[in-house]
């Protein structure tokens, strides 16, 4: 099997085995207010904690080259919680493939031996890939802004300006990482083939090496696997909970919010209720309507005939005073 795809089949199944494990420390760890990371730099911590070859070059970069990845003793104490998870993947993903695809019997203390041949060659190649990876991208960056300010392109929108200027940089940077990370794992590839020459051949056919790689993964005591998880699990989760109102951040006494009463609960039954009052209403309001309008034309008739008999009526009262007045002349007379 070529080096680097034996280091990627190692590694990469044993940083995804140990990963969970050391993910429930960090988020304890989190919860009790001793790790605070910078946000940007939250996916770097993610790899570092994932790789069982990052424990010493962890330190190197963080102090050596001066680059923090947080504050708080978390971060140390975490790496050191991390040393058995990471030999016990190591060490069961290293017999899987010693038996499946090497066919070799696996030596004794394997997890421990390629736990510290992984540590030594990280701390010596992870800093210098630190080193080369940053100045590729700084000396990328520069080159595209030189080549963005010549006349030709200085009018480029915006837009057309940020997006040329990340692929061009971006492209050298990215190659760069994969050459890397290459010779890296290439690198680990060579120190389990280094093991791998002292581990003798193995006797069972293909089918038997199957099962004896399978029932690795399956424990001796499965009701004691299985205790032990639960417990480690409950006893983590306690201990969460616990501690997680600490670094709960809380307003101040001078910033504390408005407080907003809560919304009644929904009542079906009055609101059945009251809609039923309102058509009621509305009904009798309708009823109302139309009977006022059914009686205007009968208002409209009678006060029409009215008026026509106080039309009539006038000349005939009219008559008499003028008459009368016609009496009272020729009396005078007499």
Same mark, same amino acid.
């Given at each position: 099997?070529?080096?680097?795809?034996?280091?990627?089949?190692?590694?990469?199944?044993?940083?995804?085995?140990?990963?969970?494990?050391?993910?429930?420390?960090?988020?304890?760890?989190?919860?009790?207010?001793?790790?605070?990371?910078?946000?940007?730099?939250?996916?770097?911590?993610?790899?570092?904690?994932?790789?069982?070859?990052?424990?010493?070059?962890?330190?190197?970069?963080?102090?050596?080259?001066?680059?923090?990845?947080?504050?708080?003793?978390?971060?140390?104490?975490?790496?050191?919680?991390?040393?058995?998870?990471?030999?016990? *993947? !190591?060490? /069961?993903? @290293?017999? =899987?493939?010693?038996?499946?695809? #090497?066919?070799?019997?696996?030596?004794?203390? +394997?997890? %421990?031996?390629?736990?510290?041949?992984?540590?030594?060659?990280?701390?010596?190649?992870?800093?210098?890939?630190?080193?080369?990876?940053?100045?590729?991208?700084?000396?990328?960056?520069?080159?595209?802004?030189?080549?963005?300010?010549?006349?030709?392109?200085?009018?480029?929108?915006?837009?057309?300006?940020?997006?040329?200027?990340?692929?061009?940089?971006?492209?050298?940077?990215?190659?760069?990482?994969?050459?890397?990370?290459?010779?890296?794992?290439?690198?680990?590839?060579?120190?389990?083939?280094?093991?791998?020459?002292?581990?003798?051949?193995?006797?069972?056919?293909?089918?038997?090496?199957?099962?004896?790689?399978?029932?690795?993964?399956?424990?001796?005591?499965? *009701? !004691?696997? /299985?205790? @032990?998880? =639960?417990?480690?699990?409950?006893? #983590?989760?306690?201990?969460?909970?616990?501690? +997680?109102? %600490?670094?709960?951040?809380?307003?101040?006494?001078?910033?504390?919010?408005?407080?907003?009463?809560?919304?009644?609960?929904?009542?079906?039954?009055?609101?059945?209720?009251?809609?039923?009052?309102?058509?009621?209403?509305?009904?009798?309001?309708?009823?109302?309507?139309?009977?006022?309008?059914?009686?205007?034309?009968?208002?409209?008739?009678?006060?029409?005939?009215?008026?026509?008999?106080?039309?009539?009526?006038?000349?005939?009262?009219?008559?008499?005073?003028?008459?009368?007045?016609?009496?009272?002349?020729?009396?005078?007379?007499?």
């Amino acid at each position: 099997m070529a080096p680097f795809k034996l280091g990627l089949s190692v590694l990469w199944s044993a940083a995804w085995t140990a990963l969970p494990i050391k993910m429930a420390f960090a988020m304890l760890l989190m919860a009790m207010g001793s790790i605070h990371l910078e946000n940007k730099l939250g996916i770097t911590f993610l790899i570092f904690l994932m790789s069982p070859v990052s424990f010493l070059a962890f330190f190197i970069i963080s102090g050596g080259l001066g680059f923090h990845f947080g504050e708080g003793v978390g971060l140390p104490l975490l790496f050191v919680l991390s040393i058995p998870v990471d030999i016990w *993947s !190591l060490g /069961l993903v @290293a017999r =899987t493939v010693f038996l499946e695809q #090497l066919r070799l019997e696996p030596p004794g203390s +394997l997890g %421990v031996s390629l736990w510290v041949r992984f540590v030594v060659a990280g701390a010596l190649y992870l800093p210098l890939l630190w080193l080369i990876q940053g100045g590729v991208t700084d000396v990328a960056r520069s080159v595209t802004q030189s080549i963005l300010d010549i006349e030709l392109l200085k009018h480029l929108p915006v837009a057309e300006r940020i997006g040329l200027e990340f692929t061009a940089w971006g492209s050298v940077s990215l190659v760069t990482l994969l050459v890397l990370m290459y010779i890296g794992f290439t690198i680990l590839g060579k120190l389990v083939e280094g093991r791998a020459r002292d581990a003798q051949p193995a006797s069972e056919n293909y089918q038997g090496l199957i099962s004896r790689w399978d029932m690795i993964r399956v424990p001796a005591d499965q *009701s !004691l696997m /299985l205790t @032990a998880f =639960t417990g480690a699990g409950a006893v #983590l989760s306690m201990l969460f909970w616990a501690v +997680l109102p %600490v670094s709960t951040p809380h307003p101040h006494e001078c910033c504390k919010p408005a407080e907003v009463k809560a919304a009644a609960p929904f009542d079906a039954h009055k609101s059945l209720s009251k809609g039923e009052k309102s058509l009621k209403d509305a009904e009798l309001k309708i009823a109302a309507l139309e009977q006022k309008a059914a009686e205007e034309p009968k208002d409209q008739g009678k006060g029409g005939k009215d008026k026509a008999g106080v039309k009539e009526g006038a000349p005939k009262t009219e008559a008499k005073p003028a008459a009368a007045g016609a009496g009272k002349s020729a009396g005078g007379g007499k």
